[in-house]
């Protein structure tokens, strides 16, 4: 069975203090690996797309990474604002479906 | 400004009232698409929607209809809903499917409470 898995459910930490967020999965092909982030009452918001193991991408102070079985949303230096739930999502390459994880909570505190 | 827009925002209706909820996108996607959230499940697709007069069922179609009579409207249908249809819905739409290099852009999202 296709699945995602995000871990930790939910990750407190203080301003400055980095860490990673761990998106793991099985699937049976895959097309894609997608980050979003999600802000309470919002809509999630695009951030990565990965394709291949290896491939990396950063945004500000963040850095997604891909392997065969996981990917990692490293958070450097993070800032009160960085607090948001952060989505991953697999698209297959059978039927361009997405599964989607649970999400990681981040909070990052003053 | 390029945008998802759902309407209404937040909905209160009584079991086996027709309801539907409107989504509107300005930035010409041929895809589209309705998720619901529920705590701890993820995001689950009810329908998606390739291009005008293409639709498909998602992993949770069951009690939802949609249509896409416009390439930039795709409204949800609970033509009886039920309590256990009470949840988050986003609409989502992109170019191509899954969004590629640029992702879907979502909407704010409705949330639902059936009583």
């Known amino acids: 069975e296709d699945q995602v898995t995000q871990s930790p459910e939910a990750l407190r930490l203080q301003e400055g203090e980095s860490s990673s967020l761990n998106c793991s999965y099985t699937v049976s092909g895959l097309r894609g690996l997608f980050w979003y982030r999600q802000d309470p009452g919002k809509g999630p918001e695009f951030l990565f797309t990965?394709?291949?193991?290896?491939e990396e991408k950063e945004k500000e102070r963040l850095k997604a990474t891909l392997t065969k079985k996981e990917s990692f949303l490293h958070i450097t230096a993070p800032k009160p604002e960085d607090s948001a739930t952060y989505l991953c999502?697999?698209?297959?390459?059978?039927?361009?479906?997405?599964?989607w994880g649970a999400g990681t909570k981040l909070i990052i505190k003053p | 400004e390029a945008q998802v827009t759902q309407n209404p925002r937040y909905l209160i209706t009584v079991t086996g009232k027709k309801l539907t909820v409107t989504c509107s996108q300005n930035?010409?996607?041929?895809?589209m698409s309705w998720y619901r959230q529920d705590p701890g499940l993820g995001l689950r697709q009810i329908y998606y929607s390739m291009n005008v007069e293409v639709t498909d069922k998602g992993d949770v179609p069951e009690g939802y209809k949609v249509s896409r009579k416009e390439k930039r409207n795709f409204p949800l249908i609970l033509e009886s809903p039920s309590p256990n249809q009470t949840s988050l819905y986003f609409c989502?739409?992109?170019f191509g499917t899954g969004g590629g290099n640029y992702g879907y852009t979502f909407g704010s999202g409705t949330r639902l409470t059936v009583v």
């Open positions: 990965l394709y291949s193991a290896g």
């Open positions: 999502a697999v698209q297959l390459d059978s039927n361009y479906q997405l599964i």
């Open positions: 930035m010409n996607h041929e895809y």
């Open positions: 989502a739409s992109s």
